[in-house]
């Protein structure tokens, strides 16, 4: 391999030598050390993408245990190296961050020499060519028992750089981590906001006026059953396979409908039609008819652009107010938790779950002046729009993280 090959396409200037190839043996050393939990070494799980965590009702099988107390397991600190032989694809492998713990025995697991940086090893060893690596070194035919021997791990070469470049390298993408969380954080309380919003701006069950409500309204709501307001239509019916991926006109896709409360312009598709369909038009709310789930039957979504030429998938079913709504309102209105929980209960199934149209036509809706609507309408639309900014930005920080681990190792 030439010096080239071994230098990275992207590093800081001060760094220009090639890096070493090296063994792991010379980089970490096994851990094998056991003992029963203590309240110095309490038990954990290592899970997949995480590593070590507290045991979720998921991953405690103490009942399977006959003595907890005085059961031998693995040790491991912080800083620790650790993988699973069984089930590196999935992302049982890398560090752990948590501290002192005992895990199962069935963990591999290694401390640093004093050659390597610790956080150089999380992000290195976790690269998809590593692990490639660790997999040729996997013995057994059973699933379940594969085994990647402690001897045959530190048999592998890697290419390393200095300390002091890898020192630098971990800086850097701690402080990309920390940009990452920050907008992790804050577009997690941005839902949980939307979330409570949800329920306190509409009516809940049996109630006139909602919890929480803009200054200058009072007086009850009007309650009136979503059919006295309005006419359902179905959507795409008699097409089959190659009907669709071409053709002039387009269809509103069934996952545009359940992940979009506002419907997406962009989310459509192609297909031939017939006249005998039925098209839909700025207004319209669109709902699911169809779920693996009976918490996502009857999902909708309103339609709040003009479409031409645009039709509804056949897993839907369309319904055309009669009154005028503010459309930002009904679109968040029918995913507040007052309508939902009404139409769960409708849902009917075992492995797959539908509604009828029918019955959800049946469903009360609480509708507030014009003005009121708008008002709760516009709050709702920007905590979306704040959600989707944020989103987005996680997004490119995380494509930027993904970019610079390409680039920045060899």
């Known amino acids: ?214 200054p200058g309204f009072s007086g009850d709501w009007e309650q009136c059953k979503l059919g006295d307001l309005g006419t359902t239509y179905s959507g795409l019916s008699g097409k089959k396979k190659e009907d669709f991926g071409h053709g002039e006109a387009r269809f509103i896709t069934f996952l545009n409908v359940m992940n979009n409360a506002i419907s997406d312009p962009s989310m459509t598709g192609s297909v031939e039609i017939d006249n005998k369909q039925n098209k839909v038009k700025k207004g319209d709310v669109l709902f699911t008819v169809s779920s693996e789930t009976p918490n996502d039957v009857g999902t909708s979504s309103v339609i709040v652009n003009d479409c031409e030429n645009t039709y509804l998938n056949s897993f839907c079913f369309g319904y055309r107010p009669k009154t005028e709504f503010d459309l930002f309102y009904l679109a968040y209105m029918l995913r507040a938790p007052s309508f939902r929980n009404d139409v769960i209960l409708l849902a009917q199934g075992i492995s797959r779950y539908n509604i009828s149209k029918n019955k959800v036509m049946e469903i009360k809706i609480t509708i507030p002046s014009s003005e009121e609507q708008h008002k709760v309408g516009c709050a709702m639309k920007s905590i979306d729009n704040l959600i989707t900014l944020h989103q987005r930005k996680l997004e490119i920080l995380q494509n930027i993280k993904k970019g610079f681990l390409q680039q920045m190792f060899v």
């Open 1 to 214: 391999m030439s010096n080239i090959e071994r230098k990275p396409k992207i590093r800081f200037p001060e760094f220009t030598d090639a890096w070493e190839q090296r063994e792991v043996r010379d980089l970490l050393v096994e851990r094998n050390e056991k003992s029963p939990k203590t309240d110095e070494f309490p038990l954990m799980a290592f899970i997949a993408n995480k590593g070590v965590a507290e045991k979720g009702e998921k991953y405690d099988r103490s009942a399977l245990v006959n003595d907890t107390e005085n059961k031998l397991y693995k040790k491991t600190k912080k800083g620790d190296f650790i993988y699973s032989s069984n089930n590196l694809e999935t992302g049982s492998i890398g560090l752990n961050t948590f501290g002192n713990a005992c895990i199962s025995p069935v963990y591999s697991i290694f401390y640093p020499t004093g050659a390597i940086d610790s956080d150089f090893i999380g992000r290195r060893f976790t690269r998809k060519d590593f692990i490639n690596s660790m997999i040729k070194w996997r013995q057994g035919v059973v699933y379940g028992q594969w085994r990647i021997h402690e001897s045959d791990f530190l048999k592998i070469n890697i290419l390393v750089p200095t300390y002091e470049e890898q020192l630098k390298i971990g800086a850097f993408f701690k402080r990309l981590d920390s940009n990452i969380t920050l907008h992790q954080r804050k577009l997690e309380i941005l839902k949980k906001l939307k979330k409570g919003f949800l329920q306190k701006l509409f009516p809940q069950k049996d109630n006139k006026v909602p919890e929480l409500r803009f």
